[in-house]
């Protein structure tokens, strides 16, 4: 299993530029997730998915939109880039609810906007 | 809101030195609490866990004890390797949260040899 994958792991977008990341799972998982991590900041949630079909807002949302037309895979889309979403990208995903439930992370991808 | 608090600033330390790291947390549920390890150019992973008060989740040597009454998930090891350098999260779970993680800004872990 490759467990989550992350594509590009690099890229450099000028200012109004569009992209797209994706994020794929081979685990059957039900939940996905997109987080950006920022130095001293920690992760934040940016967008998360119960199921195909359907995303929900998380802490940062702004500027960012998201689709799961498929149950494996997770995008995360920027319309019109800005220096301030120059970050590191991670997605997640895990089985669904429940106590003892684990997020698997992937290697994330590196991002900056000039 | 629920969050999480771990102690301000990197954390540098020799070889075979004890490791602490404290995190504290906030909620209005009874949260599960996971400590994630980040290695240098990777995502994150799971290190332990607890889901109830008095687990004490351990994983490679380190450890972390749910404590209800302090609202705290300190972790520790006893004796630290170079290869533990990485950087430390730590996280809640609500069981009605649609499993989302609330995490701490993250402690940079440094072992001199």
């Known amino acids: 299993n490759a467990g989550v994958t992350q594509t590009p792991k690099f890229r450099v977008l000028k200012t109004g530029q569009s992209m797209t990341l994706l994020c794929a799972q081979d685990?059957?998982?039900?939940?996905m997730y997109w987080y950006r991590q920022d130095p001293g900041m920690g992760l934040r949630l940016i967008h998360y998915?119960?199921?195909?079909?359907?995303?929900a807002k998380g802490e940062v949302p702004d500027g960012y939109n998201v689709s799961r037309l498929k149950k494996q895979n997770f995008l995360l889309g920027l319309e019109s880039a800005a220096p301030s979403q120059t970050s590191v990208y991670f997605c997640?995903?895990?089985?669904?609810?429940?106590?003892?439930?684990?997020?698997?992370f992937g290697p994330g991808t590196r991002l900056t906007v000039l | 809101g629920d969050s999480v608090t771990q102690m301000e600033g990197p954390v540098t330390l020799s070889e075979e030195a004890f490791l602490t790291i404290n995190c504290t947390y906030t909620?209005?549920?009874?949260?599960?609490l996971f400590w994630y390890v980040q290695y240098p150019g990777e995502g994150l992973q799971l290190l332990l866990k607890?889901?109830?008060?008095?687990d004490k989740g351990s994983n490679k040597g380190f450890e972390a004890t749910y404590r209800k009454e302090t609202t705290s998930f300190h972790l520790e090891k006893g004796s630290v390797q170079v290869s533990d350098s990485a950087v430390y999260f730590c996280?809640?779970?609500?069981?009605?949260?649609?499993?989302?993680?609330?995490f701490g800004k993250g402690n940079q872990v440094v072992v001199i040899p």
């Open positions: 997640a995903s895990s089985h669904g609810q429940g106590v003892n439930n684990e997020q698997f």
């Open positions: 685990m059957n998982h039900e939940y």
């Open positions: 998915s119960v199921g195909e079909g359907t995303t």
């Open positions: 909620a209005t549920g009874y949260p599960s």
């Open positions: 607890a889901t109830k008060a008095d």
């Open positions: 996280a809640l779970s609500l069981y009605y949260g649609n499993n989302r993680l609330a």
